[in-house]
């Protein structure tokens, strides 16, 4: 079974510009979040989806970010315009059910560089 | 303050020898507890959750402590393929169950 995809896995852009980022979570798995990493910090969430609708959107840092999942399947994270403290390391990850101690499936990361 | 703070490390350690990572929490009403484990590069993996019993996996042996909010994890027989960082994740548990904090997490290089 596939696990939790992202792409690209590495992204380098000027300030200023846009990138969108994808996730493909598990088939089946209605719970999929976005979590980023800086350099130097812990990893921190952004924001959550189940199904196609936003249940928890309290991490993204501002309104240049923008996530969708249409249809309920792969979701997108568009960064625009980017800024240099972008940079990281941003984590998508999904899990089927609700419960506390559900174990979320991480995708390997999409590291974006903004210069 | 952090919401949860680790020890960064690193920790050096020769293979055979047994090392422990603590962990501390500051939201009381954290209702889940995990402990991560993240190679070089690499996406977090889920390596056990912990309970307030305590619980072991392997060589593996994780604690919690809630009076003190407080988390343990003692590896044994520490192998050279247990090099890698350590997150210490808590989950609140109410409403979103999959928002997970994150600790900067423990560096662990185990050295033949």
């Known amino acids: 079974e596939a696990g939790v995809t992202q792409f690209p896995s590495h992204s380098v852009i000027e300030k200023g510009q846009t990138v969108t980022l994808r996730c493909d979570p598990i088939?089946?798995?209605?719970?999929l979040y976005w979590y980023r990493r800086v350099m130097g910090k812990e990893i921190k969430f952004l924001l959550h989806?189940?199904?196609?609708?936003?249940?928890?959107e309290s991490g993204m840092p501002n309104n240049r970010f923008l996530a969708e999942r249409t249809g309920g399947t792969y979701s997108t994270l568009k960064v625009q315009p980017a800024e240099l403290e972008d940079s990281g390391v941003y984590f998508c990850?999904?899990?089927?059910?609700?419960?506390?101690?559900?174990?979320?499936?991480f995708g390997s990361g999409t590291q974006l560089s903004v210069l | 303050r952090k919401e949860v703070e680790q020890d960064p490390g690193p920790f050096n350690v020769p293979e055979g020898a047994t090392v422990a990572f603590n962990c501390t929490y500051s939201?009381?009403?954290?209702?889940?507890f995990f402990w991560y484990r993240q190679d070089c590069r690499k996406e977090p993996k889920l390596l056990m959750s912990?309970?307030?019993s305590g619980n072991e996996d392997g060589r593996f042996t994780a604690q919690l402590n809630r009076a003190s909010q407080y988390i343990s994890l003692l590896i044994r027989d520490s192998k050279l393929s247990d090099s890698a960082t350590y997150l210490c994740?808590?989950?609140?548990?109410?409403?979103?169950?999959?928002?997970?904090?994150f600790g900067q997490g423990t560096t662990l290089q185990v050295k033949p």
């Open positions: 912990v309970y307030s």
């Open positions: 088939s089946g798995h209605d719970n």
């Open positions: 990850a999904s899990s089927q059910g609700i419960w506390a101690n559900e174990k979320l499936f």
């Open positions: 989806f189940v199904k196609e609708s936003k249940q928890d």
């Open positions: 994740v808590v989950n609140y548990g109410s409403g979103n169950t999959g928002k997970l904090i």
């Open positions: 939201n009381s009403a954290s209702q889940s």
